[in-house]
Antibody
Framework: QVQLQESGPGLVKPSETLSLTCTVS????????WSWIRQPPGKGLEWIGY???????RYNPSLESRVTISIDTSKKQFSLDLRSVTAADTAVYYC???????????WGQGTLVTVSS | DIQLTQSPSFLSASVGDRVTITCRAS??????LAWYQQKPGKAPKLLIY???FLQSGVPSRFSGSRSGTEFTLTISSLQPEDFATYYC?????????FGQGTKVEIK
């Protein structure tokens, strides 16, 4: 059974870079697309972007200028970097597996990242 | 961009009730829609994909249907563990939009 686990700092200062890693177990990362999705407190879900094992990426245009998603297949990990953060980036960040048909069939538990000085 | 409008935003119901949640797309999306359940402090859980296909392990009281650009999630007999927030999501378009959510609470 596939499991995903986010890790990274829970507090980031404004203007700095938010960096998170998702570790995958129970499945190969060389299949499917792997996404990051976030949810501000009390609000809805926003897709950030995905990566394929080949390194191919696609990002939400609203965040594209500040986002980089990378993958390390040897460690079965993929990562998110979000630059120049503001308070508006405070959210629970989820990593998720894209079924390849567009739905997200496995999710990490989520990690709250707060942007504050 | 395609917009998804869920209704209602909030629903109060009793155990055993039949519950229906609607998601309307701003344009035709075929059957490219999924439904998720999210409980407080937890990640969303996939319930339905491709409008009407039940994800493995999801109870059969959950069902999905489509009529044109209107999609429906139905819970045939609401159980205590079903009180949660439900989201629809459009598939195969980027960025994939989510509905704003429907919170189902105990009456």
């Amino acid at each position: 059974q596939v499991q995903l686990q986010e890790s990274g700092p829970g507090l980031v200062k404004p203007s700095e870079t938010l960096s998170l890693t998702c570790t995958v177990s129970g499945a190969s990362v060389t299949s499917h697309y792997w996404s990051w999705i976030r949810q501000p407190p009390g609000k809805g879900l926003e897709w950030i972007g995905y990566i394929y094992y080949s390194g191919s990426t696609r990002y939400n245009p609203s965040l594209e200028s500040r986002v980089t998603i990378s993958i390390d297949t040897s460690k079965k990990q993929f990562s998110l970097d979000l630059r120049s953060v503001t308070a508006a980036d405070t959210a629970v960040y989820y990593c998720a597996r894209d079924s390849t048909f567009g739905w997200f069939d496995s999710w990490g538990q989520g990690t709250l990242v707060t942007v504050s000085s | 961009d395609i917009q998804l409008t869920q209704s209602p935003s909030f629903l109060s119901a009793s155990v055993g009730d039949r519950v229906t949640i609607t998601c309307r797309a701003s344009q035709g999306i075929n059957s490219d829609l999924a439904w998720y359940q999210q409980k407080p402090g937890k990640a969303p859980k996939l319930l339905i994909y491709a409008a009407s296909f039940l994800q493995s392990g999801v109870p059969s009281r959950f069902s999905g249907s489509r009529s044109g650009t209107e999609f429906t999630l139905t819970i045939s007999s609401l159980q205590p563990e079903d009180f949660a927030t439900y989201y629809c999501q459009q598939l195969n378009t980027y960025p994939p939009p989510f509905g704003q959510g429907t919170k189902v609470e105990i009456k």
